[in-house]
């Protein structure tokens, strides 16, 4: 069975992977992308987006989002993103991991004249049948779409997130970069009683790794989608080495698309745990995920995974990029 699902991006190395698979996944009916400001600027991103949906002939419409987060922006007092992973090549010159797509030709393609939050209150409220959302960057666009008309949840069959951290984190000490930039679009969207939650926090992400022999994998397949995810990992690949090793030698987190692939097989995810999860506001911890393993509490909003099939998630990337033309 097809899951009818809108992708949520800030296109982004990882987005663009999560792109790619749910375009040409047949397990995927994608009904629309939508762009946010997140990984760059919401130009940027949507370039990129349009670029990688061009890159897999699909005729996805694509919806351009917010340019910039609910709140963070009218409050300099709070404390500043981190860590910009770059590196520096051997010619001294720093690549970041997630750059505009110049490598990929220039995009015709028009986005819709409606901006994505209203695309979400338009569709949702006029929905026939549930839609499965799959949100990979900040919420901001939900989270707008939820403050005009909550009642959106209700056409909401599941919201898919890649974002937090219970043990982990990458843009502050405590808190992970998509949850990091846009907190209260966050919290805003955990308190919005959508009927189910699924989230990948970095827990799972860091065990679900693509590595070097992965790409060998994709450079057989060799179609165009195959190509441009080995490029997006090899630069991954390079900046979890020099500045955040994982568990596996010559390897890279992968986050988004790994959204994707439980929509496509649920087991690829192994330890999800249902639990509450909150959003600090404040201080030292903006941003960060706080959750509540106490055994009696009883208001759980959040599927959590803390562990996946690693090898599975690169075989269901594997099936779509086959069929990539
Ligand atoms: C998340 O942040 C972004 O940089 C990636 O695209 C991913 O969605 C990982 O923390
Ligand atoms: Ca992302």
């Known amino acids: 069975m097809t899951r009818k699902v809108i992708l949520d991006v800030d296109t982004g190395s990882d987005d663009a992977v999560a792109i790619m698979l749910a375009a040409l996944h047949p397990a995927i009916d994608l009904l629309a992308v939508c762009s946010v400001k997140g990984n760059q600027s919401l130009k940027s991103t949507t370039e990129n987006t349009k670029k990688v949906l061009d890159l897999v002939n699909s005729k996805t419409p694509l919806y351009q989002g917010c340019k910039?987060?609910?709140?963070?922006?009218?409050?300099?007092?709070?404390?500043?993103?981190?860590?910009?992973?770059?590196?520096?090549?051997?010619?001294?010159?720093?690549?970041?991991?997630?750059?505009?797509?110049?490598?990929?030709p220039k995009s015709d393609r028009k986005v819709e004249d409606m901006p994505a939050s209203i695309f979400y209150v338009d569709y949702l409220k006029n929905a026939k049948e549930p839609v499965t959302i799959v949100a990979v960057g900040p919420l901001t666009n939900l989270a707008v779409a939820l403050a005009i008309d909550p009642s959106i949840t209700k056409n909401i069959e599941e919201l898919v997130l890649m974002g937090g951290a219970d043990d982990e984190a990458n843009a502050t000490s405590s808190a992970e970069f998509n949850f990091f930039n846009d907190p209260e679009s966050a919290q805003k969207v955990f308190q919005s009683g959508i009927k189910k939650i699924t989230l990948c926090p970095l827990d799972v992400t860091h065990k679900t790794m693509v590595t070097k022999d992965d790409c060998k994998r994709f450079e057989e397949i060799g179609t165009p989608a195959a190509k441009f995810a080995i490029d997006m990992c090899l630069k991954r690949i390079e900046v979890h080495t020099q500045r955040q090793p994982l568990t596996l030698p010559d390897a890279c987190a992968l986050h988004d698309p790994l959204c994707v692939a439980y929509l496509i097989d649920p087991s690829v995810l192994t330890d999800v745990r249902y639990l509450h999860l909150d959003i600090s506001l404040d201080g030292l911890t903006d941003g960060a995920t706080i959750i509540d393993h106490r055994y009696f509490q009883d208001n759980r909003n959040v599927y959590i995974a803390y562990d996946g099939d690693r090898k599975k998630f690169v075989d269901i990337m594997c099936d779509a990029f086959k069929l990539s033309k």
Not at 68 to 88: G, L
């Open 68 to 104: 910039e987060a609910f709140v963070r922006e009218v409050c300099p007092w709070r404390i500043k993103f981190e860590d910009r992973a770059t590196i520096v090549d051997e010619e001294g010159k720093e690549h970041f991991i997630h750059e505009d797509f110049d490598m990929l």
